[in-house]
């Protein structure tokens, strides 16, 4: 069965400070894969995705993530984090007709300290 | 370009009634919408799909009696909770696709609070 795992409910990162945020799935076929945010009580917004091609991806606001099918991973990372990313963050596996059913993982929330 | 939007942001209401929750793609033809539910502090859990002139196609375990869903056109699609009850009170999302396109473009939500 298709699932995504976020193994980090939460974490706390110093502003300027690097970032990573885990993102394993299990998927039989080739994996439609998406980085979204979320901030309080709003919608997903898209940081970026990965269908093919170049495993290197870069999205908005500075975000970029590897996709590693030996590790079955898509990590995003940011080298330098702002205040402004604190929010919940969710990898999704893109599942069925051209990925239409999105399959989420817990999400993980990040907090950002000064 | 790709803004979804949803009505009302927020909507409280007495057990019993129902209440209907907008989708609208306002920059592109959504021949998919989907429908998620998101609970306090957790992730996404979708709902259904629906596909524009056709009926929705629900997930395991949703009613489908109690969600309505509508997708009469290729830029709104409308989900009613019928007899809403206090445990319907979630937040519901929902994001639309193009044609022949693999991401899903999210609406903001809507707050539901049933009393």
């Known amino acids: 069965a298709q699932s995504v795992t976020q193994p980090d409910i939460h974490i706390t990162v110093s502003e300027g400070a690097s970032l990573e945020l885990r993102c394993n799935y299990s998927?039989?076929?080739?994996?439609?894969l998406f980085w979204y945010v979320q901030s309080p009580g709003q919608g997903l917004q898209l940081l970026l995705k990965?269908?093919?091609?170049?495993?290197l991806v870069q999205g908005i606001k500075g975000f970029e993530a590897e996709f590693k099918r030996s590790q079955s991973s898509f990590n995003l990372r940011k080298p330098s984090v702002h205040w402004s990313d604190a929010a919940e963050y969710f990898c999704?596996?893109?599942?069925?007709?051209?990925?239409?059913?999105?399959?989420f993982g817990q999400g993980t929330e990040l907090s950002v300290k000064p | 370009g790709a803004v979804v939007s949803q009505h009302p942001s927020r909507v409280i209401c007495k057990s019993g009634t129902s209440v209907k929750i907008e989708c609208r793609s306002l920059d592109f033809q959504a021949t998919t919408m989907f429908w998620y539910r998101q609970f306090p502090k957790q992730s996404l859990m979708l709902m259904a799909t629906?596909?524009?002139?056709?009926?929705?196609?629900?997930e395991q375990g949703v009613e489908k009696d109690k969600f309505l869903i509508n997708h009469a056109s290729l830029t709104l699609s409308t989900l009613t909770v019928t007899s809403a009850h206090p445990e319907d009170s979630s937040f519901y999302i929902c994001s639309a696709r193009g044609r022949g396109k693999e991401t899903q473009y999210f609406g903001p939500g809507t707050r539901l609070l049933v009393l």
């Open positions: 629906s596909n524009e002139g056709s009926k929705a196609t629900y």
């Open positions: 990965y269908f093919s091609g170049d495993t």
């Open positions: 998927y039989g076929a080739t994996p439609y």
């Open positions: 999704a596996v893109g599942a069925g007709n051209q990925g239409g059913k999105l399959i």
